[in-house]
């Protein structure tokens, strides 16, 4: 970690953003502490602002543009942390924001698509999905992590979250299509 005295403030801004507000310092396994701050904040978005008159089609947009706004912000947030030395340093988790908002984007969709919001327990499912895959870095996760600087960081993690978000749009279908046949 750098001598915050000694950084400007724009390196300041980097750090505060690519550590996800301070999660990739967690002394265990940071990148899943960045996962669930991630998912704490979509869930916090989504089910917060769920009242009467707020249409699901508003849900889909938050959460679009949090991975809008979140990707060009995270490539320069960690492309700045980066270094010849550490080229991906650790406590960089704006990557799994990113990633785990992907991921959760066909819970956003249940909402616009079945008319109605699913349970808050149901985060979980899209976490331990981009978790796995964070890991596992299916194709072409390792080729994109080993860019240079904030894009190599960021677009294995974007890359996770697509197949993440896949596979749950896939459950999300087969859920509303069930449920559906069931007159639920």
Not at 21 to 46: K, L, M, N
Not at 48 to 60: E, K, L, S
Not at 139 to 154: D, V
Request: proline residues 8%.
């Amino acid at each position: 970690m750098p001598d915050w005295r000694q950084l400007s403030w724009a390196d300041r801004v980097a750090w505060v953003i690519g550590t996800g507000f301070g999660s990739g310092f967690s002394p265990i396994a940071p990148g899943t502490a960045g996962s669930a701050v991630a998912g704490v904040i979509f869930g916090a978005a989504i089910w917060g602002r769920w009242y009467p008159g707020f249409i699901a089609v508003q849900i889909v947009i938050v959460a679009l543009v949090a991975v809008a706004v979140g990707l060009p912000v995270g490539v320069w947030a960690t492309g700045r942390m980066s270094t010849d030395d550490n080229p991906d340093p650790g406590t960089a988790v704006w990557d799994e924001f990113v990633g785990m908002w992907i991921t959760c984007l066909p819970v956003a969709s249940l909402a616009f698509y079945a008319g109605y919001l699913p349970p808050p327990y149901l985060i979980v499912l899209p976490f331990f999905v981009f978790r796995c895959l964070d890991i596992l870095k299916p194709w072409p996760c390792r080729r994109l992590e080993r860019l240079h600087g904030g894009w190599g960081i960021m677009l294995d993690d974007v890359a996770a979250g697509i197949w993440g978000g896949l596979a749950l749009s896939l459950l999300a279908l087969i859920y509303v299509t069930v449920r559906g046949a069931l007159g639920m």
